[in-house]
């Protein structure tokens, strides 16, 4: 198999209300489903307030270490909305009312397009738009960073305008084994198959159930020959284990 | 009211299951609440992934940035879980098995304490532990961060025993007033609201319901003569809105 070409990504959630508790994010879960679908490695989220320097230097040092950056929240019509104007000045460009975008409020029906709303049609210097289907005000494409609403409908609808844009790489694949054992009782010889199938991830998430704790072991790779080779070791191992545990 | 002492905090998720999509973060909206509950600002959350350069790197940028670091995750008995290790190297000290958290492990009925399991007595040098209510298997602080499990019972249990360590800054207070109105109509206004009261912070969160498109004004101060006064102003700017649109 040869190295493939991995694309990465971040994930940057601007606002107060999420590092308040006020609100509970429901964004970064349905990223990260989304982007490990399409053959997209989500490598690294941030949380940030409605502060322009955190908002600045995230988006800074994010879309410097990861192919795509996508952010959530802070295109509205209010002074807390500050995120297209901390994007433009990340990227060391002007900000304007975009004509395009203001054509695009224009079309909502019965709207008033005062001084309040026009803040939506703030768009950087030479960014794209990305189509808003369910309220019309877009969000924008600048360099690797995709500007994206925090209200989760029309967030949604954001990520499907944006996929035929991204460049994927293959597709992650996984199997789920449920162990039926305790983490602690097959910690040693798990770790031994990784080690001797580094082409595979393999995660171990404990839980509880009315049986009392048990184990849902993960092996993840994009080269299915050795995902397959993995995960018949870890079947093995964990027959072995059971059969010790019941001497 | 004289400038008080504001306490900051930041959480580092670790953990590839979070960034997968297959395991939906539960804690960051947990600790969120606890910590506005007993004055604490939270000022930034991290996602990363199970790897050494990115546990370390966060953990150093944030404990120089803010007052604590609460992480959750990979504190486990398998070979994924390189918390610990990352935060030893964090600090730069040693890490070995500590024979208090053995003491912790060895109270647990029935279990063998095998190689696995007592890598959950690997604590860095000069660590305190955090009691674990569920499991017994400890978190622990070491300078001004906490490490916590990931599974969500066992991190609630563990942010009961640090709070009592814990230094609380005075709360802050919020009002949440429902405007009846879209964002729209009121932006240009708040923001001019905003400007006048810079003691308090003022957040504007649409949603929609059954009657369209509303929004949630949410004002927020340590300082409860601003937080009255900004309120007041809030809800006679709504009621002038509400007059013009009716006209």
Known sequence: ???????????????DEILSGRTKDQNIGTIADWLTGIGIDLKEVRVVPDEEPEIVGAVNALRAKYTYVFTTGGIGPTHDDITADCVAKAFGVGIDHDPRAVALLQQIPGMVLNEARLRMARIPNGADLIVNSVSKAPGFRIGNV????GVPKIMQAMLVEIAPTLKTG???????????????DIGTPLGLIQKAYPAVTIGSYPFQDERGYNTNLVVRSRDTEALVAATNAVEAMLADVREQLSR
Chains 1, 2 share one sequence.
């Open 1 to 15: 198999m040869t190295t493939p070409d991995i694309v990465t990504a971040a994930v940057l959630v601007i606002g």
């Open 170 to 184: 293959p597709k992650v694949q996984s199997v789920t084994i449920p162990a039926g054992l305790k983490e602690g």
């Open 146 to 149: 995709h500007v994206m609403a």
